[in-house]
Nanobody, 129 residues
Framework: QVQLVESGGGLVQPGGSLRLSCAASGFTFSSYVMSWVRQAPGKGLEWVSDITGGGGSTYYADSVKGRFTISRDNAKNTLYLQMDSLKPEDTAVYYC??????????????????????WGQGTQVTVSS
């Protein structure tokens, strides 16, 4: 069955960096658009970034553009989110999510609207001094 398992969260000071990982299994990882989505305390879900199956196209929310980098290693079935210049407002639970196969290729878009058919359990990122 499909599994998405995030790791790499933690406590970091403002201006610091973290790299999140999402280990995927149970499907042909390279065929699917993948996302990172976050939820800050007391707030709704916020889309962070998308990456196409081959990794050739990436998309970012304005709030993280220039600070976060999404990538994937299809040989390792793993999705990454490199987070630099972290701010207190980046504090959230970060989830990786998978698009249905229909949205691979020309059916993808616009970025950030999903839908998603599977989610990981999330990893907490806290940015605080």
């Amino acid at each position: 069955q499909v599994q998405l398992v995030e790791s790499g969260g933690g406590l970091v000071q403002p201006g610091g960096s973290l790299r999140l990982s999402c280990a995927a299994s149970g499907f042909t990882f390279s065929s699917y658009v993948m996302s990172w989505v976050r939820q800050a305390p007391g707030k709704g879900l916020e889309w962070v970034s998308d990456i196409t199956g081959g990794g050739g196209s990436t998309y970012y929310a304005d709030s993280v553009k220039g600070r976060f980098t999404i990538s994937r290693d299809n040989a390792k079935n793993t999705l990454y989110l490199q987070m630099d210049s972290l701010k207190p407002e980046d504090t959230a639970v970060y989830y990786c999510a998978k698009y249905p196969i229909y949205y691979s290729g020309s059916n993808y878009g616009p970025p950030g609207v999903g839908p998603y058919d599977y989610w990981g359990q999330g990893t907490q990122v806290t940015v605080s001094s």
